[in-house]
Nanobody
Framework: QVQLVESGGGLVQAGGSLRLSCAAS????????IGWHRQAPGKQRELVAG???????NYGDSVKGRFTISRDNAKNTVYLQMNSLKPEDTAVYYC?????????????WGQGTQVTVSS
């Protein structure tokens, strides 16, 4: 089992920055990829950014050039640096990990952290 705990959310003005952290615990060696999704009120959950065990990254179109995902394997922590924030970035941000059980893959999710960007 893998447990994920997010932190770093809050209220920020448009144009500002925030850094989210996601600390993983448990069977972290079984994580094949980890990343962030977000969900705004009334909208579907969408991919923000992901990073593989090999370090490859991918981003949602709406955040490319503004957000950067990184991971510290020694600390079992993944970060999301968010710059040039916009009101439309307001959402609950969820950390998620793709975990290999030995025979199949499954997703593990954190509880989410609120990010609010004021105009």
């Amino acid at each position: 089992q893998v447990q994920l705990v997010e932190s770093g959310g809050g209220l920020v003005q448009a144009g500002g920055s925030l850094r989210l952290s996601c600390a993983a615990s448990g069977s972290t060696f079984s994580i094949s990829a980890i990343g962030w999704h977000r969900q705004a009120p009334g909208k579907q959950r969408e991919l923000v950014a992901g990073i593989s065990s090999g370090g490859s990254t991918n981003y949602g179109d709406s955040v490319k050039g503004r957000f950067t995902i990184s991971r510290d394997n020694a600390k079992n922590t993944v970060y999301l640096q968010m710059n040039s924030l916009k009101p439309e970035d307001t959402a609950v941000y969820y950390c998620n990990a793709e975990v290999y059980s030995g025979s199949y893959y499954y997703d593990s999710w954190g509880q989410g952290t609120q990010v609010t960007v004021s105009s």
